[in-house]
């Protein structure tokens, strides 16, 4: 068939286009039904209470839906933060792999090819001393994982934001990168993200960082 494509999974695929040409859509089949998965394709970073079943079990999560606003009442899934923050040079502070919860295994991703934007919302402050606390770097890995967790890296990218606040409150700053969708992923593991945030503080300062992954929120997402 001369449309036919074939994904990352090994599984056949139609690109379908709308009549004056604005709109594409993959069909695929599943079982016996065709399915049609539209584009882009994007994952909010999110953090769950009760772990996604797959492997030893994960919190940190790719969801194409993002949680409701409410879920457990627990104002703590809405980021992930590092308090008692005293390095006055370049440290790695937030170290998270975020891993796609989908019980067909990876199944509605995109095929591999093309580029992936990540785009993270991170916060910094002061609680102590007088002067800055840096937000230096952001490290974006897209890769996998095995059922135990440990993470192989396809693709690495930084960015590198030039931000810094004395403010006691949460400052907010958003970082991108571009990652290649180009590689494959072995049977028995699943596609996943890793987020690095690095940072510092001035001298006799503390401070906190936080990565956010809002409930209901595309604070921090993946884009295919």
Same mark, same amino acid.
């Given at each position: 068939?001369e449309?036919?494509l074939i994904d990352?999974?090994?599984?056949?695929?139609?690109?379908?286009?709308?009549a004056?040409?604005c709109?594409?859509?993959?069909?695929?089949?599943?079982?016996r039904?065709?399915?049609?998965?539209?584009?882009? $394709? *994007?994952?909010?970073?999110?953090?769950v209470?009760?772990?996604y079943?797959? =492997?030893? +079990?994960?919190? !940190? %999560?790719?969801?194409?839906?993002?949680?409701?606003?409410?879920l457990?009442g627990?104002?703590s899934?809405d980021?992930e933060?590092?308090t008692?923050?005293?390095?006055?040079?370049?440290?790695?502070?937030i170290?998270k792999?975020f891993?796609?919860?989908?019980?067909?295994?990876y199944?509605?991703?995109?095929?591999?090819g093309? $580029? *992936?934007?990540?785009?993270?919302?991170?916060?910094?402050?002061?609680?102590? =001393?007088? +002067?800055?606390? !840096? %937000?230096t770097?952001?490290?974006?890995?897209?890769?996998?994982?095995?059922?135990?967790?440990?993470f192989?890296?396809?693709?690495?990218?930084d960015?590198?934001?030039?931000?810094?606040?004395?403010k006691t409150?949460?400052?907010?700053?958003?970082?991108q990168?571009?990652?290649n969708?180009?590689?494959?992923?072995?049977?028995?593991?699943?596609?996943?993200?890793?987020?690095?945030?690095?940072g510092?503080?001035?001298?006799?300062?503390?401070?906190?960082?936080?990565?956010c992954?809002?409930?209901?929120t595309?604070?921090?997402?993946?884009?295919?």
């Amino acid at each position: 068939m001369e449309n036919a494509l074939i994904d990352g999974n090994h599984n056949a695929s139609l690109l379908a286009e709308d009549a004056d040409g604005c709109e594409t859509a993959r069909l695929r089949c599943r079982g016996r039904a065709l399915v049609i998965v539209g584009g882009p $394709l *994007v994952l909010a970073l999110q953090k769950v209470n009760d772990k996604y079943s797959w =492997g030893d +079990g994960f919190a !940190y %999560l790719l969801m194409p839906i993002p949680n409701p606003a409410d879920l457990d009442g627990d104002d703590s899934l809405d980021y992930e933060e590092k308090t008692g923050i005293t390095n006055t040079t370049e440290a790695k502070q937030i170290d998270k792999v975020f891993v796609f919860a989908d019980l067909q295994h990876y199944y509605v991703l995109p095929p591999k090819g093309g $580029l *992936v934007r990540t785009v993270v919302r991170t916060g910094i402050a002061r609680t102590g =001393g007088t +002067g800055d606390v !840096y %937000l230096t770097k952001m490290t974006f890995s897209l890769g996998y994982v095995d059922g135990a967790g440990s993470f192989t890296s396809g693709s690495t990218a930084d960015a590198t934001p030039n931000f810094h606040t004395d403010k006691t409150d949460y400052q907010l700053c958003s970082g991108q990168a571009w990652l290649n969708w180009d590689f494959d992923i072995p049977g028995g593991r699943t596609f996943a993200l890793r987020v690095q945030l690095y940072g510092k503080v001035g001298s006799g300062v503390t401070g906190k960082m936080k990565l956010c992954c809002g409930r209901d929120t595309y604070d921090s997402f993946l884009e295919f």
